[in-house]
């Protein structure tokens, strides 16, 4: 048998970079999973794993150090991650408790359905003593029709049931919609995240509407943060959103990709937007007052931009790459006069 060895085509240097590379790349890959699996609260965790990653792990002391700080990152965000999930799967049994409770009263009132109506709330209050999520809502869903049929055949019968019934119905699509409307926001600034300007952008698309997107990223924010900290570097987006967002259309819609990065969707052709996007630079770009938590600090803030229109039949991830790579242009621009005047 013959043994190959190892030392004979890496050394132990070799071997160490090799690792720690892969160990680096591990890093940014839960980070990027994390923020898949939950972007809510996920690109949280994905923009504190590449900011550890950026640190520097260059031996094997730093690994140890390095995996500190993953590991306590990684343990808060499962706290984070299991706390909204708690909190969403109480805001389904809430909606199903207040349908169960209408459809009892509606039932007790009207006694030519109250077999069925009872039955239907006895299963909804039983899956609201639940856990799971999933199951949870497979139940609302497949009680859902019964529901419908019920309320339709009362309908005929008992126009008192049906108006309670409406005004359940109602309260029950509000609670939904806020619930919807929360996982549709970026938890830190206000503005829709990535998954409610995917939406707006697929309503745009479906109508075949004419439109464009701006898609903006923030010039040294990495810089803010390291100066000041991440309390003071969150501050600065929170006001940068407020900011975009007052400088929008009622319809147009402005969000956060995640990290720096920011994006509006306005209503108009490639010449109209640009126009919009010298506004932005005008009014939104410039000088800030940023909060660290302890005192506030002047900073002067500037960005990148990339605008594409829609034409008409490309997809959305296409449309996103092309506002993509022109706002990374002009940002290779402006590092390059940078470059040149410090020359």
């Keep these: 048998m013959r043994v190959l060895s190892l030392k004979r085509h890496m050394t132990v240097d070799e071997f160490l ?101 009872g039955g239907l709330s006895e299963r909804l209050l039983a899956a609201a003593e639940l856990d799971d999520l999933g199951e949870i809502r497979q139940c609302l869903v497949g009680n859902a029709g019964e529901l419908r049929t019920t309320a339709e055949a009362m309908m005929k019968s008992s126009q008192e049931s049906v108006a309670d019934l409406r005004a359940e119905i109602v309260r029950y699509e509000t609670l939904l919609k806020a619930s919807e409307r929360r996982v549709m926001q970026d938890p830190l600034t206000g503005v829709q995240n990535r998954r409610g300007i995917e939406e707006e952008l697929r309503t745009r698309v479906e109508a ?58 306005t209503d108009c052709s490639l010449e109209d937007a640009g126009s919009y996007l010298k506004r932005i630079r005008d009014w939104v770009f410039g000088n800030y007052k940023i909060n660290d938590g302890r005192r506030s600090h002047n900073i002067s803030l500037n960005g990148s931009a990339g605008v594409a229109e829609w034409d008409g039949a490309e997809s959305i991830p296409a449309l996103l790459l092309r506002a993509d790579q022109a706002m990374y242009r002009e940002k290779a621009g402006l590092e390059r006069n940078d470059k040149r005047r410090a020359g």
């Design 208 to 265: 075949h509407r004419r439109f464009c997107i701006v898609i903006f990223d923030l010039n040294e924010f990495k810089k803010f943060n390291d100066t000041y900290g991440h309390v003071a570097g969150d501050d600065l987006l929170r006001q940068f959103a407020k900011e975009l967002q007052a400088n929008c259309r009622s319809s147009d819609a402005a969000g956060r990709l995640g990290g720096d990065e920011f994006i509006v969707i």
């Design 17 to 117: 970079a090799s690792a720690i590379s892969q160990y680096r790349s591990t890093v940014l890959a839960i980070g990027k999973a994390c923020a898949q699996a939950i972007p809510v609260i996920g690109q949280e965790l994905q923009q504190a794993l590449q900011s550890i990653e950026a640190t520097g792990i260059s031996d094997a002391a730093s690994v140890k150090g390095v995996g500190q700080e993953v590991e306590a990152e990684l343990a808060s965000w499962g706290e984070r991650a299991a706390q909204y999930y708690r909190k969403k799967t109480e805001e389904v049994k809430e909606i199903m408790i207040a349908v169960a409770r209408a459809a009892a009263c509606i039932g007790e009132r009207d006694q030519q359905y109250a077999a069925r109506v």
